[in-house]
């Protein structure tokens, strides 16, 4: 996938209990578009901005993985 070819773009700030639904995102074909880290007093942070063509996102997106979630866990992440 170009970068031209981004249909979908998600922007997650996740901390390292998260960061599998990035991990999963970029395993199902998603692009990495940036990264930047976070940090205050108690916690570290990173912010993802994931990027997927047509195809890619109708195949797994955040809605999917919050889903599954729910279904798991009762909550989203």
Known sequence: ???DDIYQV???LVSNDEEKYVNDLLKSGWKLI??????????EYGK???????????????????DEEVKKNGYPF
């Not at 940036?34 to 916690?43: F, L, T």
């Open 1 to 3: 996938m170009d970068y």
């Open 10 to 12: 998600e922007s997650l």
């Open 34 to 43: 940036s990264v930047a880290q976070y940090k205050d007093e108690y916690n």
């Open 48 to 66: 993802y901005v994931l990027g997927a063509d047509k195809e890619t996102f109708e195949k797994r997106n955040l809605k999917m993985i919050e």
